[in-house]
C-alpha cells in the first residue's frame, strides 16, 4: 500500500501569496496523483489531474508538478475564495490512497 | 453539471449493517463512462479510500474492508450504494461518495456522518 505524506497539515496565507503543498509518496507511482479542492460546505472537486494537469474550469492561479514520489500544488496569487481543504490521492495501485490533507486560510 | 448527495441512517449500532445510498442528479448513472466511488474520512484521520464500482461494472475494496464491503447501482433510481456489515466503533466516520472518470474521482458529495454506538 502507498502512503502518501502531505504538508503542511495547516497554512495561512495572504492574498496575493503564493503557496506549495507537498505529498511525498512511499513508492513510485509515476504522475498517478490527483489533486482534489473541498470549500467549507461543498463536496469536493477534482482541481489538477495525472499530476500536472490543470483540470477545464480550474484557475490558471493553480498548477502542479512532480513525477514519481515527490510531487507539490502550488497556488500563486492567493485569493480570498482559495481557503479551503486540499488533498491528494494516488490511483497508481489498490487500494487508492490520501494524503493527510491541508486546510489552507486566508487571512 | 451533476449533484451528488448522501443519505443514510446517521446512527447505527454495532454488529448492524450500514447502509447509505448517493443520488445522482443532472446525470444518469448508466452511461457506462464513470466509476463510483466510496470513501470514508474517521474523525481526526485521514480519507480512506472503501472501493469503486470501475466504468465497466466491476468492483474493487480495499482489502482492509472487501470481506464486509458491497457497492452497487441502482439505474432505475439513479443511487449508487454502499453496504458495510457488522460494524464498529471504528467504522464511525464521514462518508462520502464520488463521481469520477474511469480511474479517480471527479465531483464528490458533501459527506454524511455515521456514528457506531449502542
Known amino acids: 500500500e502507498t502512503t502518501l505524506t502531505q504538508s503542511p497539515a495547516f497554512m495561512s496565507a495572504t492574498p496575493g501569496d503564493k503557496v506549495n503543498i507537498s505529498c511525498k509518496a512511499s513508492?513510485?507511482?509515476?504522475?498517478?496523483i490527483s489533486w482534489y479542492q473541498q470549500r467549507p460546505g461543498e463536496g469536493a472537486i477534482l482541481i489538477i489531474q495525472?499530476?500536472?494537469t490543470l483540470v477545464p474550469g480550474t484557475p490558471p492561479r493553480f498548477s502542479g508538478s512532480g513525477y514519481g514520489t515527490d510531487f507539490t500544488l502550488t497556488i500563486t496569487n492567493i485569493e480570498s475564495e482559495d481557503a479551503a481543504y486540499y488533498f491528494c490521492?494516488?490511483?497508481?495501485?489498490?487500494?487508492?490512497?490520501f494524503g493527510q490533507g491541508t486546510k489552507l486560510e486566508i487571512k | 453539471q451533476v449533484q451528488l448527495q448522501e443519505s443514510g441512517p446517521g446512527l447505527v449500532k454495532p454488529s448492524q449493517t450500514l447502509s447509505l445510498t448517493c443520488a445522482v442528479s443532472?446525470?444518469?448513472?448508466?452511461?457506462?463512462?464513470?466509476?463510483w466511488t466510496w470513501s470514508r474520512q474517521p474523525p481526526g484521520k485521514r480519507l480512506e479510500w472503501i472501493g469503486y464500482?470501475?466504468?465497466?461494472?466491476?468492483?474493487y475494496y480495499n482489502p482492509s474492508l472487501e470481506s464486509r464491503t458491497s457497492i452497487s447501482l441502482d439505474t432505475s433510481t439513479n443511487l449508487f450504494s454502499l453496504k458495510l456489515t457488522s460494524v464498529t466503533a471504528a467504522d464511525t466516520a464521514v462518508y462520502y461518495c464520488?463521481?469520477?472518470?474511469?480511474?479517480?474521482?471527479?465531483?464528490w458529495g458533501q459527506g454524511t456522518l455515521v456514528t457506531v454506538s449502542s
Open positions: 464520488a463521481r469520477g472518470g474511469c480511474d479517480y474521482p471527479q465531483k
Open positions: 443532472g446525470g444518469s448513472i448508466s452511461s457506462g463512462t464513470y466509476s
Open positions: 464500482m470501475y466504468c465497466s461494472g466491476s468492483t
Open positions: 513508492q513510485h507511482i509515476d504522475h498517478d
Open positions: 495525472e499530476a500536472t
Open positions: 490521492l494516488q490511483h497508481d495501485n489498490f487500494p487508492y490512497t
